[in-house]
């Protein structure tokens, strides 16, 4: 199990670090009214649809479907490294999209983050499902979780929980904001302002940064999977 939890770390890391959900919580806990609760709905929101990825990777690409050929000791399957390899260059078109029109593609639309400060709870929640829908990152991070834990050998029960703990280390920047906001709301108030501010001034290079990294992380555990290196 800990060579499994080894494993998922970048995966986990990547989730947790991706800077728009970061960016959107800091929005909505900012908000005068009920900033716990729509924070809360944010988070709920995505981690339902990072259930339900889970759920549905696990049923469309079955260990039996992804193992077909012969995998490498240190990859999975063809099928899910030649996943990994396109979807680390998907990254790779972030990044250069990012430098090039100052925008992240995986964002959602501007209306949606100018309400944050206004946004509802039921808003939040449809504003969490939608971020991590439309985001190939988080599909990109989903699909190497289910691999890792259906390449781990590990009873089903075993690989439910470890998904589940996966979903939760994945918001737990935003979780951590909302302890802050509930535990101490005034002092809360002001670093939640001065890390929005940051992260509004850094943003390209935090995106840039961000889908280099990971994108050369899949790119080289797709091409390790696929025989290549």
Excluded at 25 to 42: C, D, E, I
Excluded at 45 to 55: F, K
Excluded at 72 to 96: C, M, N, Q, R, Y
Aim: charged share 10%; with cysteine; net charge neutral.
């Amino acid at each position: 199990m800990g060579g499994l939890w080894v494993t998922m770390l970048p995966l986990v890391i990547g989730s947790a670090l991706a800077p728009m959900q970061t960016l959107i919580a800091l929005l909505l806990l900012q908000r005068p009214v009920a900033p716990v609760l729509v924070g809360s709905a944010f988070v709920a929101g995505m981690s339902l649809l990072r259930l339900l990825q889970g759920l549905l990777i696990a049923l469309v690409l079955p260990g039996d479907a992804i193992g077909q050929g012969h995998p490498s000791e240190d990859g999975g399957g063809p099928v899910e490294s030649g996943i990994l390899v396109v979807l680390a260059v998907l990254l790779f078109a972030t990044a250069v999209q990012q430098a090039l029109a100052d925008e992240d593609p995986d964002a959602p639309p501007p209306k949606w983050l100018e309400r944050a400060h206004s946004m509802s709870a039921p808003r939040a929640f449809l504003l969490g499902v939608g971020l991590v829908l439309i985001s190939a990152k988080f599909w990109i991070f989903s699909l190497g979780v289910v691999g890792a834990v259906r390449d781990s050998g590990i009873s089903t029960r075993a690989g439910v929980l470890t998904y589940f703990g996966y979903v939760v280390l994945a918001a737990a920047i935003p979780l951590v904001l909302i302890g802050m906001t509930v535990v101490e709301p005034a002092r809360s108030a002001r670093i939640l302002k001065a890390c929005e501010s940051w992260l509004e001034r850094h943003k390209g290079a935090v995106i840039i940064t961000f889908s280099l990294v990971f994108g050369t992380w899949f790119l080289l555990e797709g091409l390790a999977g696929l025989g290549v290196i």
